[in-house]
């Protein structure tokens, strides 16, 4: 402000020399009109030089909040997008869950081929000949089993009569590999044996034609049909119950044995053979 005022006087000065052609009363009139301007205009550019200033001020305000609300806009943003990935990770856990459960569920099944794969190699590798109950389940237990899927006869029920016909695998009625003693002819043609049955409360026997087959699993899967028949509707009925299956099953004819389905119950309790049903 000083400054300005220095120069206003300057002004007055030089302006006066103009003016009056250096005549000094002339001089000192102008000066005191000059003078008398200034004054006057003084008020008018202390209050332009306020306006600027507080132009300036509020573009500085302004441009500091604009600032400030471009940060808090861009903070927000960013949480926003947190809270996105936040909300949205659990659906790719999910989706990896889900990834995960169907990658577990392909390879428990490829699991569980193997095993059946390897169980059928196992069983097709056996010459025959008695084993110990055990051995017996080891080895025919995951073929029941897998049978058992597609027949709905108990597995349980599968290893016992094969179990009580053959002896645990003693007396497979020669090189037919007949595990249950099915009569008739199979598909590797039928074999003449010595049976025994009990007829009118009497044991005696017989000589009487058995199914042949190629394979073991072929024996067991005609068995699986075989219990399809009408004759056996009763039991499979009662297919989640091997106990009842087994008296059903006596029932409907299958063995001449009046203690055939006791035997079979015995099989299975005393060797734990439920464990392989479904």
């Known amino acids: 402000m000083r400054q300005c005022k220095r120069f206003a006087v300057l002004l007055m000065v030089i302006s006066s020399f103009f003016m009056t052609g250096c005549d000094a009363s002339k001089i000192l009139d102008v000066i005191q009109k000059v003078a008398e301007g200034v004054q006057k205009a003084i008020p008018a550019i202390k209050e332009v030089i306020n306006t600027v200033s507080n132009t300036v001020n509020s573009t500085n305000t302004d441009t500091a909040s604009n600032n400030t609300s471009t940060a808090t806009a861009t903070r927000a943003e960013t949480d926003a997008n947190n809270a996105s990935v936040t909300v949205t990770n659990p659906t790719d856990d999910e989706e990896v869950g ?12 490829t699991a569980t081929s193997t095993d059946t794969s390897a169980a059928e190699a196992a069983l097709a590798n056996y010459r025959g000949g008695r084993l110990s109950p055990s051995e017996f389940a080891r080895l025919f237990g995951p073929v029941a089993r897998e049978a058992s899927k597609k027949s709905g006869v108990p597995a349980s029920i599968i290893l016992a009569q094969a179990a009580l016909e053959t002896g645990w695998g003693g007396s497979t009625i020669g090189d037919a590999k007949n595990l249950f003693g099915i009569k008739g002819t199979g598909p590797a043609g039928s074999i003449r044996v010595p049976t025994q049955e009990v007829i009118n409360g009497q044991r005696v026997t017989i000589n009487d034609n058995f199914r042949k087959y190629n394979s073991w699993q072929e024996s067991i899967e005609d068995h699986g049909r075989l219990l ?19 008296r059903e099953l006596q029932r409907a004819g299958y063995a001449t044995d009046p203690e ?8 299975m309790k ?8 479904n």
């Open 98 to 109: 889900t990834s995960t459960t169907t990658s577990t569920s392909t390879s428990t099944s």
């Open 228 to 246: 399809q028949n009408s004759r056996y509707a009763r039991a499979m009925a009662v297919k989640n119950d091997p106990d009842q299956f087994a």
């Open 260 to 267: 055939y389905a006791s035997k079979l119950i015995n099989i």
């Open 270 to 277: 005393s060797n734990n053979l439920y464990q392989y049903n």
